[in-house]
C-alpha cells in the first residue's frame, strides 16, 4: 500500500512537501516516482529515485523546483516543491517499482504500484 499526503492549496511562488509512505509488500521497493496529472491531462512523470537514493531523475519542467529524496528507516520518499507555479495545479501520485531494476523509470506501465493522489493547487 502507497499513502501520498501533503497535498494542499499554496500561492505561485511557495512550496510544498509531499509524502509517499510504503506499507506491505511495496515497503521492498527499487524505485519510487512521482507522477502528476492535471485536469484534461496525461499524467505525466515528475520525478523518481532509486532504492539508495544515490539517482534521482526529475521532468525538465520541475528541475532545480523539485527535490526528491527518500529516508529508507521509515519507508518514504518525499518531493520538496519551492517556487511552485500555476501549471503545477495538478493530482500527484506515488508509484514504486518492486522488481530489482538499475534504472528509474519515467512511464507509467513501468512502475507496478500506485498510492492515490493528492490534490496540488496552486493559486496565482
Known amino acids: 500500500q502507497l499513502q501520498a499526503s501533503g497535498g494542499g492549496l499554496v500561492q505561485a511562488g511557495g512550496s510544498l512537501r509531499l509524502s509517499c509512505a510504503a506499507s506491505?509488500?511495496?515497503?521492498?521497493?527499487?524505485?519510487t516516482g512521482w507522477f502528476r496529472q492535471a485536469p484534461g491531462k496525461e499524467r505525466e512523470f515528475v520525478a523518481g529515485?532509486?532504492?539508495?537514493?544515490?539517482?534521482?531523475s526529475y521532468a525538465n519542467s520541475v528541475k532545480g523546483r523539485f527535490t526528491i529524496s527518500r529516508d529508507n528507516a521509515n519507508n518514504t520518499v518525499n518531493l520538496q516543491m519551492n517556487s511552485l507555479k500555476p501549471e503545477d495545479t495538478a493530482l500527484y501520485y506515488c508509484?514504486?517499482?518492486?522488481?530489482?531494476?538499475?534504472?528509474?523509470?519515467?512511464?507509467?506501465?513501468?512502475?507496478?504500484?500506485w498510492g492515490q493522489g493528492t490534490l496540488v493547487t496552486v493559486s496565482s
Open positions: 508509484a514504486v517499482k518492486n522488481a530489482y531494476v538499475t534504472v528509474i523509470g519515467t512511464s507509467r506501465g513501468w512502475y507496478n504500484y
Open positions: 529515485i532509486n532504492l539508495s537514493g544515490g539517482s534521482t
Open positions: 506491505g509488500r511495496t515497503s521492498r521497493n527499487y524505485a
